[in-house]
């Protein structure tokens, strides 16, 4: 997950009020119960420490989501009074709305409620041409669409040569059509740097898709089983996002543990736990920072200073690198602030077997050994 669109958070200092919100519930008493829950939300900050115009303008945010036709919920951030950044969420916080008080925002859980969310180009394909649409998450919004030869009208005749004749005339203007779509496809994908494209259409008119698109765009390609029509391909679309979801932390994973394995010299190209990670990312040495939520070190208490560079798994060794002011935080979060401070990136493997993860949950791959 690319987590530059966090950097608001670090520019300024904390503590900060991290506040994430369910909206699932869309029933006509949703206004007031979300009434009552940035009311409820406000108090939790203020009993955790929070100052009162940080929790005025959080109840506020949440108040306004009263009426918010969001389909699962929304993520504040907030300090000195002001909510810095507040980015929608892809699936509800599980144990539904939440609030914290804390040196650092507390980014760790938008590993799973906010990033993982694929841009899909899906292609509505028939023999004439097809539609594209781009859809994520949070909707979805009409992308091009391209257009084939005209089809052609079978004669009405039993003649065999008619028939045979009939037949080979679609089977060429098909070809033109399915190479035609097929780099409009391309280009649509590239332009909006989809993660996948999502073929829906007749078996026979899919594949003929399918096999005319560049190699690289092979191992995002999908098809769904039910056509345009069907009230089962908004679920198949869903499935193909999540298997992606879920195949690319399973590739991230295997590389880590492939990684991990020492060479010939005895370097290892990966790191696992909390002090040899925090240790990574004060060398700015994290290519991707692999983290399974709720794993026994991902709460682990560490100490930062006001730089990114100022971490470490003692306050006595933060003060050592220069740090004036420090404070305790959580492990993930600390990471988090380094590896977007960085450039690098961040995926959660939760999905998958803990005993198959990185020790303690925590893991790096890194940009050199």
Same mark, same amino acid.
């Given at each position: 997950?690319?987590?530059?669109?966090?950097?608001?958070?670090?520019?300024?200092?904390?503590?900060?009020?991290?506040?994430?919100?369910?909206?699932?519930?869309?029933?006509?008493?949703?206004?007031?119960?979300?009434?009552?829950?940035?009311?409820?939300?406000?108090?939790?900050?203020?009993?955790? #420490?929070?100052?009162?115009?940080?929790?005025?303008?959080?109840?506020?945010?949440?108040?306004?989501?009263?009426?918010?036709?969001?389909?699962?919920?929304?993520?504040?951030?907030? !300090?000195?009074?002001?909510?810095?950044?507040?980015? /929608?969420?892809?699936?509800? /916080?599980?144990?539904?709305?939440?609030?914290?008080?804390?040196?650092?925002?507390?980014?760790?859980?938008?590993?799973?409620?906010?990033?993982?969310?694929?841009?899909?180009?899906?292609?509505?394909?028939?023999?004439?041409?097809?539609?594209?649409?781009?859809?994520?998450?949070?909707?979805?919004?009409?992308?091009?669409?391209?257009? #084939?030869?005209?089809? /052609?009208? /079978?004669?009405?005749?039993?003649?065999?040569?008619?028939?045979?004749?009939?037949?080979?005339?679609?089977?060429?203007?098909?070809?033109?059509?399915?190479?035609?779509?097929?780099?409009?496809?391309?280009?649509?994908?590239?332009?909006?740097?989809?993660?996948?494209?999502?073929?829906?259409?007749?078996?026979?008119?899919?594949?003929?898709?399918?096999?005319?698109?560049?190699?690289?765009?092979?191992?995002?390609?999908?098809?769904?089983?039910?056509?345009?029509?069907?009230?089962?391909?908004?679920?198949?679309?869903?499935?193909?996002?999540?298997?992606?979801?879920?195949?690319?932390?399973?590739?991230?994973?295997?590389?880590?543990?492939?990684?991990?394995?020492?060479? $010939? $010299?005895?370097?290892?190209?990966?790191?696992?736990?909390?002090?040899?990670?925090?240790?990574?990312?004060?060398?700015? !040495?994290?290519?991707?920072?692999?983290?399974?939520?709720?794993?026994?070190?991902?709460?682990?208490?560490?100490?930062? #200073?006001?730089?990114?560079?100022?971490?470490?798994?003692?306050?006595?060794?933060?003060?050592?690198?220069?740090?004036?002011?420090?404070?305790?935080?959580?492990?993930?979060?600390?990471?988090?602030?380094?590896?977007?401070?960085?450039?690098?990136?961040?995926?959660?493997?939760?999905?998958?077997?803990?005993?198959?993860?990185?020790?303690?949950?925590?893991?790096?791959?890194?940009?050199?050994?």
């Amino acid at each position: 997950m690319d987590l530059a669109f966090l950097h608001p958070l670090y520019e300024h200092p904390g503590p900060w009020a991290s506040v994430y919100v369910d909206t699932s519930r869309h029933t006509q008493s949703a206004p007031h119960e979300r009434s009552l829950t940035a009311r409820a939300l406000s108090r939790e900050l203020a009993g955790q #420490g929070a100052d009162e115009p940080t929790c005025h303008a959080v109840r506020t945010a949440v108040e306004e989501l009263a009426h918010s036709p969001e389909p699962h919920g929304r993520a504040l951030f907030a !300090r000195a009074g002001e909510v810095v950044l507040d980015p /929608p969420l892809a699936t509800p /916080p599980p144990g539904g709305s939440s609030a914290r008080w804390a040196p650092l925002p507390h980014t760790a859980p938008l590993l799973e409620l906010a990033t993982e969310d694929p841009v899909s180009v899906v292609a509505y394909i028939d023999r004439k041409g097809a539609e594209f649409e781009l859809r994520g998450a949070l909707g979805s919004r009409e992308a091009s669409a391209a257009a #084939g030869k005209h089809w /052609p009208s /079978p004669r009405r005749s039993t003649a065999d040569w008619s028939v045979r004749h009939f037949q080979l005339r679609v089977e060429n203007t098909w070809e033109h059509n399915a190479a035609e779509i097929a780099d409009a496809l391309a280009v649509c994908q590239e332009e909006t740097c989809a993660d996948l494209v999502v073929l829906v259409g007749e078996e026979r008119e899919r594949r003929a898709v399918r096999a005319r698109l560049p190699r690289r765009l092979l191992d995002r390609v999908a098809e769904a089983p039910h056509g345009a029509g069907s009230r089962l391909l908004d679920e198949d679309i869903e499935r193909i996002r999540a298997e992606h979801v879920h195949r690319r932390a399973a590739e991230e994973l295997e590389r880590f543990l492939a990684a991990r394995v020492p060479d $010939e $010299e005895g370097r290892t190209g990966a790191v696992e736990g909390v002090p040899a990670v925090v240790e990574a990312a004060r060398e700015h !040495r994290i290519d991707e920072l692999l983290i399974h939520l709720g794993a026994p070190e991902t709460n682990r208490e560490v100490w930062i #200073g006001e730089d990114p560079d100022q971490v470490a798994v003692s306050r006595t060794d933060v003060k050592a690198l220069g740090g004036r002011a420090t404070w305790p935080v959580r492990a993930d979060d600390a990471l988090l602030r380094s590896v977007v401070e960085t450039g690098a990136e961040a995926v959660s493997v939760t999905a998958i077997s803990q005993a198959e993860g990185p020790r303690g949950g925590v893991g790096a791959l890194l940009r050199w050994a």
